[in-house]
Nanobody, 117 residues
Framework: VQLVESGGGLVQPGGSLRLSCAAS????????MRWYRQAPGKERELVAA????????AYADSVKGRFTISRDNAKNTVHLQMNSLKPEDTAVYYC???????????WGQGTQVTVSS
């Protein structure tokens, strides 16, 4: 099983980034996908989630209206489009795959996002 994130980097406040997570080794379409982030000295927090069943999405209040999660089951990828970035969005962003019925839970290695002028 592999989850490989990409797309992180340094961006100025107000800018945009698109994170991608490429999945392999499991039945991607059967898993709910999530993006988490962890800033220095803080706990890891859930940013966005997209279901396997109907593609419904959910967001943390702090990113609603700015971030969009999407998935492409044909390419086994999940994306996080991040717009209007703020310095407080600076964190390591992690891709997560979960399936309750099998109690499966997988993590990527993370990608650094830094929002600074």
């Amino acid at each position: 099983v592999q989850l490989v994130e990409s797309g992180g980097g340094l961006v100025q406040p107000g800018g945009s980034l698109r994170l991608s997570c490429a999945a392999s080794g499991f039945t991607f379409s059967s898993y709910g996908m999530r993006w988490y982030r962890q800033a220095p000295g803080k706990e890891r927090e859930l940013v966005a989630a997209i279901s396997s069943a109907d593609g419904s999405t959910a967001y943390a209040d702090s990113v609603k209206g700015r971030f969009t999660i999407s998935r492409d089951n044909a390419k086994n990828t999940v994306h996080l489009q991040m717009n209007s970035l703020k310095p407080e969005d600076t964190a390591v962003y992690y891709c997560n795959a979960g399936r309750l019925i099998t109690r499966s839970n997988y993590w990527g290695q993370g990608t650094q996002v830094t929002v600074s002028s």
